[in-house]
């Protein structure tokens, strides 16, 4: 037989007894690390190529690791993009939307946390208690102070995926406003190459006027000592005339031009600086293109693109939880007392603390619309996706296609170019002497002006192409000491 003493008697708690606290805590943890309902995001396959349509070689650097200062070198065009950065109202506007998104995805964080509100009454009345009608003949006060607390435990992840959702549409507009940020300095450098080329051609004009005028004299002074016809007097005037019209419309543009260079900087309009700045100045820069796949995470305009995929994937998982009941828990604590004297008395204590638990059961078919709808939202974000790869890629080869091109274009160009310059010096000289008509000199010239015409259009080209392939590439956004 087994003896025990008094201290015996004070036994320690079993593992048993301990069992209800470690079920609590077991199924706290579950809420807590539960996984979400819904499908989790994963990045499309898009069976992008190894290489660029028209590129020709790689190399571990690209034109787009390149800030655009490094890129468009000319001063006055480098002040006009950092007027741009700063005051263009679209990349203002667009900052504004960043800062909206980003309110709306800390107001969907604040699910995750209790809500605690506070109320107050104070009234008198008669045959009413707390505001609502009653048969009490009496006329009574009543004093309330309650602070009150609710929480969602997000069981199925409903909370969650909205947040992913937020989220996903703050770094789309993130990513947006980055996408701004490329075209306000695609279209200021693009709009100031064309003011220059404006300008050149503003200067051709100028010069094929006076040429048709010094043509002009001498078939006068020949006209006086009767070796020209009144013929190729008419013809000179005719020439000159034609070129000299060009010119206030090219100074017409040209005040175009800066007006819309003054809307880009965010200015009212005033003459744009340019020092004397010259297309033929500006070189051509080698173009390194980088591999295909680094595309995905250059361009804004497809990372954007992905986000908004992201947000609609997470709310099909909204949608699905919709489907599962919600678990809310509420506290309240406060005092209430029909005198203000009693108010702060033991009694008049007032708690409570519940657990609710609502569901659908009957929703008309709702339920399955709201997933619906957001199943064909992903499938149209989903194609959005694809097609931003695809365009993106086509942007990158037109702008390599073209550079090619274009550049054989040049070379073509400057060729003949010289060949006028030449033919016109060499028809003058023969002119004077007596072994060229009118005709021949006039036809020389009306030739040459054309054709620097159609140089100065092949420079602006090929510097277009190079902002158009710097953009398509996705470059110069994230550099952040500009």
Known sequence: MMMFSPKSKVRNPKPFELRPLWFVGAVFFLIIAGCAVGPNYKRPKTGIPEVFRGQTELATNSLAELPWWQVFKDEPLQGLIRAALTNNYDLRIAVTRVEQARAIADEARAGFFPQVNYQGIA??????????????????????????????????????????????????????????????????????????????????????????????????????????????????????????????????????????????????????????????????????????????????????????????????????????????????????????SAFTAGGANAWSVAANLTGPIFQGGRLNAQYRQAKAARDQFWLQYQYAVLNGFREVSDSLVSREFLAEGRTAQETAVGADREAVQVVMERYRVGQSSYYEVLQEQQQLFPAEDTLVQTGLNQLLNIVQLYQALGGGWEMKND
């Open 123 to 340: 009234g008198r009345g008669k045959n009413a208690a707390n505001g609502t009608p009653t048969i009490n003949p009496k006329t009574s006060d009543i004093f309330a102070a309650a602070g009150n607390a609710s929480w969602e435990i997000d069981l199925w992840g409903r909370i969650r995926r909205l947040n992913e959702s937020a989220r996903a549409q703050f770094l789309a507009t993130r990513e947006a406003q980055r996408n701004v940020r490329i075209s306000i300095i695609s279209q200021t450098a693009q709009a100031y190459f064309q003011l220059l080329a404006l300008d050149a051609e503003l200067q051709i004009a100028k010069d094929a006027t006076n040429a048709f005028g010094e043509s002009l004299k001498i078939f006068s002074d020949r006209l006086e000592h009767g070796i020209a016809s009144r013929l190729e007097i008419s013809a000179a005037e005719a020439a000159q005339a034609t070129a000299a019209a060009q010119i206030p419309d090219f100074q017409r543009r040209i005040a175009l031009q800066e007006d819309a260079i003054n809307v880009l900087i965010g200015k009212y309009t005033s003459p744009v600086p340019r020092n004397d700045s010259e297309l033929e100045k500006f070189l051509i820069p080698e173009v390194p293109v980088s591999l295909p796949s680094t595309l995905l995470e250059r361009r804004p305009d497809i990372r954007e693109a992905e986000q908004q995929l992201r947000s609609a994937n997470a709310q099909i998982g909204v949608a699905v939880a919709d489907y599962f009941p919600q678990l809310s828990l509420t506290g309240l604590f406060g005092r209430v007392s029909p005198e203000l």
